[in-house]
T-cell receptor
Framework: GENVEQHPSTLSVQEGDSAVIKCTYS??????FPWYKQELGKGPQLIID?????GEKKDQRIAVTLNKTAKHFSLHITETQPEDSAVYFC????????????FGKGTMLLVSP | DTEVTQTPKHLVMGMTNKKSLKCEQH?????MYWYKQKAKKPPELMFV???????INESVPSRFSPECPNSSLLNLHLHALQPEDSALYLC?????????????FGSGTQLSVL
């Protein structure tokens, strides 16, 4: 089955700095890579996703890059704000059969004012 | 309405109790999911219903019994739970359940088993 590794487990930055979270996956059949943000007391919320036919995707301060050859993908947050503080999960899946999301272990991001 | 609503938000139960968790969505989604999340861990998939049929059971103990009365509702019936079952139980939905779709999560039910 799929295995997703996520690093770092915790990340502390100053407000305005950039933050980068990296994930690797093992199954070459995976073709969908979402990122979820989970704030305290809430369920995970999708913030951005990328499919294997695309190398990079941006949405305002958030970007995701994908390297299919190396089987890794990264989340980039620029100009971080205190409200970006949360746990971020990467995940991978395919659209074949009964494929389901495999989550990374999560990164706790703390943005200090 | 892009919400998944879960009730109750908190639940404390004894090991001999029977209780149910409820989940509702009105986005017209045809796939619904139960996840279990322990503190500081990622969500773990328990069950998937697609078009009101159970399509995935991730070898969950029989003390957890899912039910999908219709495409908008999902229940999780709990019986004879163990203290290690204490966790956040998350419901999610997606359009069809193909695996490469956006999941919409509820805020969860925080369950404590005494």
């Amino acid at each position: 089955g799929e295995n997703v590794e996520q690093h770092p487990s915790t990340l502390s930055v100053q407000e305005g700095d950039s933050a980068v979270i990296k994930c690797t996956y093992s199954d070459s059949a995976s073709n969908y890579f979402p990122w979820y943000k989970q704030e305290l007391g809430k369920g995970p919320q999708l913030i951005i996703d990328i499919r294997s036919n695309v190398g990079e995707k941006k949405d305002q301060r958030i970007a995701v890059t994908l390297n299919k050859t190396a089987k890794h993908f990264s989340l980039h947050i620029t100009e971080t704000q205190p409200e970006d503080s949360a746990v971020y999960f990467c995940a991978a899946s395919s659209n074949s059969g009964y494929s389901t999301l495999t989550f990374g272990k999560g990164t706790m991001l703390l943005v200090s004012p | 309405d892009t919400e998944v609503t879960q009730t109750p938000k908190h639940l404390v139960m004894g090991m001999t109790n029977k209780k149910s968790l409820k989940c509702e969505q009105h986005m017209g989604h045809r796939a619904m999911y139960w996840y279990k999340q322990k503190a500081k861990k990622p969500p773990e998939l328990m069950f998937v219903y697609s078009y009101e049929k159970l399509s995935i059971n991730e070898s969950v103990p029989s003390r957890f019994s899912p039910e999908c009365p219709n495409s908008s509702l999902l229940n999780l019936h709990l019986h004879a739970l163990q203290p290690e079952d204490s966790a956040l139980y998350l419901c999610a939905s997606s359009q069809t359940g193909t695996g490469d779709e956006k999941l919409f999560f509820g805020s969860g039910t925080q369950l404590s088993v005494l």
